[in-house]
């Protein structure tokens, strides 16, 4: 592929990536889909138009069209369409490390009522609140998020960018699209909080754990070339949740918790940077 069709099929990345974005986002915002997210109707519209989204643009992109538009060479197909040998704890283990904070926050605070005499039961629903949620928020969380999320961002748009940039820039350039598209929980936090500045730093830290997370989850795409290892990843962090700072911060052991935080993150990111 020459220059004139490498600067072509990256444009035509960029653009589609920032279609699929938008308009997954945007789906949630029509009148037939707004409304309370956790409301069970809101829900399961928005489910069936996600996953139906996600799976067409999914198809599309699986056809391959990219060797038809600009003439990839055989060479470059198998690139993208190759993979390691990499097992599947292989590539589950570090995510472990990146949420070793949260789980050591749930472990101290199951270990706390169960000290208070709160029966096994009720310690894990009040350790784990989505044990206790509606189940269509947890089939949202748990399956049809992560399925149609990782569908687009990986499957489509990690895919694309594979194709006209390196590995490494494919990873970034989709984590952050699948970062920001994640922005728009600041309206829903403005009206539940009352106060932009808690709903900005909230929605900040979870762009930024969604961005770590999408570098790895990208990553391990890359490696194995199988969507449903991402899928399977993203629905554990969703049961995981990302880091409530503020519980941390009133916790009676908020130091070490932070201190559990940051070497998970450091290891982490040294798992990941120093595998092949």
């Known amino acids: 592929m020459n220059s004139l069709h490498v600067e072509q099929c990256l ?3 960029y653009s589609f990536s920032l279609f699929l974005c938008t308009s997954l986002v945007g789906l949630l915002y029509l009148p037939w889909f707004y ?3 956790n409301d069970c109707k809101i829900i399961k519209r928005r489910s069936l138009a996600m996953l139906s989204f996600a799976t067409v643009v999914y198809s599309v992109i699986d056809l391959d069209v990219m060797s038809y538009l600009f003439e990839l060479t055989e060479e470059q197909t ?4 190759s993979s390691s040998s990499a097992t599947f704890f292989d590539s589950f283990s570090p995510i472990l490390l990146l949420f070793m904070g949260p789980c050591a926050l749930y472990i101290m605070d ?12 009720e310690s894990l ?7 206790v949620q509606d189940p269509c928020i947890v089939v949202r969380n748990l399956i049809v998020a992560p399925l149609s999320e990782e569908l687009v961002f990986r499957g489509c748009i990690c895919k694309l960018f594979s194709y006209c ?3 490494r820039s494919a990873i970034l350039l989709s984590s952050t699209f699948f970062a920001a598209s994640h922005c728009h929980h600041f309206i829903y936090r403005s009206f539940v909080y009352k106060s932009f500045r808690t709903a900005m730093l909230e929605t900040a830290l979870q762009c930024l754990y969604t961005f770590l997370f999408g570098v790895y ?3 391990v795409f890359i490696r194995s070339r199988r969507v449903i290892t991402s899928i399977c990843l993203h629905s554990f962090c969703n049961f995981i949740g990302t880091p409530d700072f503020f519980k941390i911060w009133s916790h009676n052991h908020r130091w070490p918790l932070l201190l559990v935080y940051f070497i998970g993150i450091f290891l982490f990111l040294y ?3 120093n595998v092949s």
Do not use: C, H, N, Q
């Open 11 to 13: 444009w035509f990345s």
């Open 35 to 37: 409304g309370d997210r």
């Open 78 to 81: 198998k690139r993208v369409i």
């Open 110 to 121: 199951f270990t706390t009522y169960l000290l208070r005499g709160v029966s096994i039961e």
């Open 125 to 131: 629903k009040l350790t784990l609140p989505l044990l």
């Open 165 to 167: 940039t390196s590995s």
């Open 217 to 219: 989850s990208a990553w």
């Open 271 to 273: 798992s990941v940077l």
